[in-house]
């Protein structure tokens, strides 16, 4: 049977890097659930849907693919806000669920594991997951990792945009009164703050094998 493993965290803590390493080194399937709330903003902004119509919000949900999710318009800073907000909708997440669920199953037969990384998935999605790992790492280094992100990307944002940007996701995604950004109790905390990726796979491995 194919293992879960939950990744939870905070916007730029290296969720999705970590996820991608496990990912190729046991040749097993990811999802990045934030790309389905990334999907879903970039629709509405396409169609000049308000944040305000949730009736409108879900009738786009039907558009979202498993196996499309790679545009790179998912990661502009519109759509870093618009996923935020609409994140907080409990409809749009109840909605979400049922497509999140069917992940390891529809990928991950004869694969060792299926990785989702997100906000609530070892606390809501998948609340039984073999694994449950949460990331953590102060504002200041997840601010400096993401100019370098950037950076690499020929963009030269600034610090303090990407600092205060960071902070006022980090305020939406714990304060709100849905499926908040939360250790799950038996989750794993690991604090990359002083350690790099190396490292944190490391300190994956001896959790995971
Ligand atoms: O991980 P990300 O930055 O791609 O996520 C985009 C937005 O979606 C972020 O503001 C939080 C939200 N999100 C969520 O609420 N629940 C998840 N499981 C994943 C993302």
């Known amino acids: 049977m194919v293992k879960i493993i939950a990744i939870d965290g905070p916007a730029s803590v290296g969720k999705s890097t970590l996820a991608k390493k496990i990912s190729k080194t046991f040749k097993s399937p990811v999802l990045y659930s934030g790309k389905l709330y ?5 629709k509405i902004i ?5 944040f305000n119509n949730t009736e409108a919000i879900l009738k786009c949900i039907k558009y979202i693919d498993l196996d499309n999710l790679s545009s790179a318009e998912l990661y502009s800073s519109q759509v870093d806000n618009i996923s935020s907000i609409i994140s907080a909708k409990k ?4 909605k979400l669920v049922t497509l999140q669920r069917s992940f390891p199953k529809k990928y991950g037969s004869g694969k060792k594991f299926a990785i ?11 609340p039984k997951a073999d694994y449950k790992i949460f990331l953590w790492a102060a504002a200041e280094v997840r601010a400096k990792r993401r100019q370098e992100q950037l950076r690499k990307n020929a963009k030269n944002p600034s ?9 006022s996701r980090d305020r939406k995604d714990m304060t709100r009164k849905i499926a908040p950004l939360m250790p799950a109790a038996n989750s794993v905390l690991l604090d990359t703050t002083y350690i790099d990726i190396e490292q944190v796979f490391n300190a994956l491995k001896e959790i995971i094998l």
């Open 116 to 126: 989702i990384e997100g906000r609530d998935i070892g606390t809501i999605i998948f």
């Open 159 to 167: 610090y303090r945009k990407i600092f205060s940007e960071i902070n």
């Open 91 to 94: 409809q749009v997440r109840n």
């Open 46 to 50: 396409k169609r000049n849907i308000s």
């Open 38 to 42: 990334r999907a879903l903003a970039l």
